[in-house]
């Protein structure tokens, strides 16, 4: 290995790094708010690029079915538990955020089929469609045991991960897909090639963590959620609603699925299935990061991108082995070092 | 008396449907027609359908076909050669699209001893009594890999990189290049592998280019097996790329784009039957198949598959003709006579090769059953 090589390797790795790093991010920001390890995240971010490839294909997404199925089970469950409350006043209210808002995206989406919309448009579009879906399972799936231990919500999200990709296959089927390139450049930076994707991966991952640093720190959303991160019964003293910082949090997880949906959709082909194996390497990165700090989770995820380039290039039929493997050391190192709070005793 | 005449032509008619019905032979069909398995399976049944309206009897006995879906499962392909076999009493069973399935039914096909045509790869061992009771249609990996080694070899190409799946396709297809390598074939300088749902094979490319072999051997398959090839022309890499039929794919076309183009690999003649000289032994029956495929399905075939649900219908016909001089169809005695016709015939000519079973292998085809066709803007065009 020269210098150029390892050059090229390294950019090569901080591209999926990035990627990673977003997706990491979104892990440790649902855990912190619900408990829930979110293992769909990646099925969310591939559900992104086949629906992206879909609308410049001229089709209609799946997603759309998928949504409209989605909302569907979300509004009579909410509407029958309000109804069970007695809070009949309530219903017009769940109407519109469960069945209209969602919808909407949709309805865009499956009247514009067969046009071509201009790029920004279509990249919205896109982001619009995939918002809905994890509130939308939030609500199905995980807020009626909301209050279950962490080893409960973790398997209900595992069987809902093998259930979302049977429904990928059914709504995309099982062909890959790739979209058009964002930027089309090349730069050379000390001789090596850098291609514009790469940068527009790294940039952006740079972006959503800056933006949601100023989210958690300067808006009131984003430090209820915060307090709902560090005590969840505090901050219900505190007049938090829990199921509503459970539904921002999912939303904002959501934003950075589609995002890194987008960014990866030109660079390699997705498959309905391919979301799972970037989610469990963003998680080993989420690990790194304890499962609470952004920070040291960007850094491990970045880390888990640039090991996964240098060991595909040393050994690539162990290279997710090598990745896999460093979590034993890590979670050593962390169950040493670190002080670790007890799970929440039941009040 | 007018009672008694309708009586006896009644129970005549009777009769008459039952001799008709035991001197009709019956096949059973098995394929994916749902499940993941259905993008490959669904083109096995447009072969059939072609294949039934190519010929439905034979030597004036009408054949029945009885077509099953699997939905991509092994062990619904188990049920339905079950049922097929002992509710619906085959003579003969074709299937399926999947490996993990087509190995079930060649089991089932060895237990109820039923002649089995399989249109995937088989990888059973042959029975303890050295009788099996099916043939495969398809060609081995080995071939594949071989004829396209040959290849690189005859236009002097001397060393190949190689990336392929980190499964036991791209197991295959290293394998296939490194037994051609040992009879002088070119040298396979590099064993990199991925896998389907990786991001980026950036590091395995480099280490391709690094090497500096003078072509590359892609053991990837399908969509996917464009990532390298895409991956390798942004590296700069100018040599030749080299494949199997697993190529033949139009998403692999759609996403390669212009990195694909020129790529070169082995596939089956019939997907360039049109191409093929008049003296070619697929050139005849391959056009009847594409006539009578159009005329059924509407479309061109332009996979590799159907052809080998059409050449175990061709195979099969070719095996009843001497059966049915031998036995009756619906008894053990016709499937005996039918395999041992299977094995008797020789050099019989389907779309994709010359048959030419024995009971030591599953596989009967050679050389013959591939040809090298080049990827040139977007078509797979037949190189002699």
């Known amino acids: 290995m020269n210098a150029q090589i390892a050059a090229i390797l390294a950019i090569d790795g901080i591209a999926s790094g990035a990627i990673y790093v977003l997706i990491a991010i979104g892990f440790v920001l649902i ?22 490839a879909s609308l410049e294909n001229k089709q209609m997404p799946g997603t759309v079915g998928m949504v409209a199925v989605l909302a569907v089970m979300a509004t009579l469950m909410e509407v029958f538990s309000l109804w069970r409350k007695g809070a009949l006043g309530k219903i017009p209210a769940a109407l519109f955020f469960y069945l209209a808002l969602p919808l909407i995206p949709a309805a865009i989406a499956w009247a514009t089929a067969g046009t071509l919309l201009p790029t920004p448009l279509r990249l919205l579009l896109t982001v619009a469609v995939i918002l809905p879906i994890a509130p939308l399972l939030n609500r199905i799936v ?67 963590s800056f933006l949601l640093y100023l989210f958690f720190n300067f808006t009131l959303y984003g430090k209820a959620l915060h307090a709902t991160a560090i005590n969840r019964t505090g901050a219900r003293l505190m007049g938090i609603r829990p199921q509503q910082a459970c539904t921002i949090a999912f939303l904002l997880g959501s934003v950075l699925a589609a995002v890194s949906g987008i960014l990866i959709a030109p660079v390699n082909t997705i498959f309905y299935d391919s979301g799972f194996l970037i989610g469990l390497k963003s998680f080993v990165g989420a690990i790194i990061g304890g499962m609470v700090s952004f920070p040291v989770t960007a850094i491990g995820s970045m880390f888990v991108g640039i090991l996964e380039g240098f060991a595909a290039f040393l050994s690539s039929p162990f290279k997710d082995v090598i990745v896999f493997s460093i979590l034993i050391p890590v979670l050593l190192w962390r169950s040493y070092t670190l002080v670790h709070a007890e799970e929440e005793d039941e009040e | ?138 060609q081995t990996p080995q071939l594949m890999v071989k004829v396209i080694a040959d290849r690189m070899q005859r236009d002097g190409v001397k060393s190949v990189g190689f990336i392929g799946f980190s499964d036991s396709w791209g197991d295959l297809v290293y394998n296939g290049a490194k037994a051609a390598e040992a009879n002088g074939g070119p040298k396979v300088l590099t064993n990199e592998r991925y896998a389907r749902t990786d991001t980026s094979v950036t590091a395995q490319a480099l280490k391709v280019v690094a090497a500096k072999p003078e072509g590359f051997l892609n053991g990837g398959s399908a969509t996917q097996a464009a990532l390298p090839l895409l991956e390798l022309r942004k590296l700069g890499f100018k040599g030749p790329f080299f494949g199997t039929p697993s190529l033949l794919n139009r998403d692999f076309v759609r996403i390669g784009g ?21 003296d070619h032994f697929a050139k005849k029956i391959g056009t009847a198949f594409h006539e009578s495929f159009k005329k059924v399905n509407g479309g061109e075939a332009d996979d590799g598959f159907s052809g080998y649900a059409f050449d175990g219908w061709v195979v099969f016909l070719e095996a009843a003709k001497v059966a049915l001089t031998k036995a009756k169809p619906g008894t053990q005695e016709f499937r005996q006579a039918l395999m041992d016709a299977i094995y008797a015939n020789k050099n019989v000519a389907g779309t994709h090769a ?25 078509k797979w065009v037949y190189q002699p």
């Open chain 1, 31 to 52: 855990f912190a708010v619900t408990r829930i390890i979110f293992v769909p995240f990646g099925d969310i971010t591939a559900f992104t690029a086949l629906t992206l």
């Open chain 2, 1 to 138: 008396m007018r009672k008694l005449v309708f009586g006896v032509s009644a129970f005549a008619g009777l009769l008459l449907a039952c001799t008709a019905h035991a001197q009709e032979i019956t096949v059973g069909f098995v394929t994916s027609l749902s499940g993941p398995a259905s993008s490959i399976g669904i083109n096995y049944e447009k072969g059939m359908n072609a294949a039934y309206a190519y010929k439905d009897e034979v030597s004036g006995v009408k054949i029945k076909l009885i077509k099953l879906d699997d939905g991509s499962d092994p062990s619904q392909a188990t049920k339905n050669a079950r049922k097929l076999v002992e509710q619906d009493k085959v003579d003969v069973m074709i299937g399926t699209s999947s490996a993990p399935g087509t190995n079930a039914m060649m089991t089932i096909a060895n237990e109820l001893k039923v002649p089995f045509f399989a249109v995937s790869p088989v990888n059973v061992p042959i029975p303890a009594d050295g009788h099996p009771w099916g043939v495969s249609m398809v």
């Open chain 2, 258 to 278: 212009k990195a694909a183009d020129g790529t070169q690999v082995s596939a089956g003649p019939v997907v360039v039957t049109s191409q093929l000289p008049n």
């Open chain 2, 354 to 378: 010359i048959y030419n079973f024995t009971p030591k292998s599953y596989f009967g085809v050679d050389e013959r059953s591939l040809v090298v066709v080049k990827l040139a803007d977007g």
């Open chain 1, 142 to 208: 995980y807020q009626p045991i909301a209050d279950a231990t962490v080893l409960l919500l973790l398997i209900v999200s595992v069987a809902l991960h093998f259930a979302m990709s049977g429904l990928g296959l059914l709504f995309f089927g099982p062909e890959g897909v790739r979209t058009q390139s964002l930027v089309d450049f090349t730069t050379f930076i000390a001789g090596t090639p850098v291609s514009g994707q790469a940068m527009l991966i790294l940039g952006s991952a740079i972006f959503f």
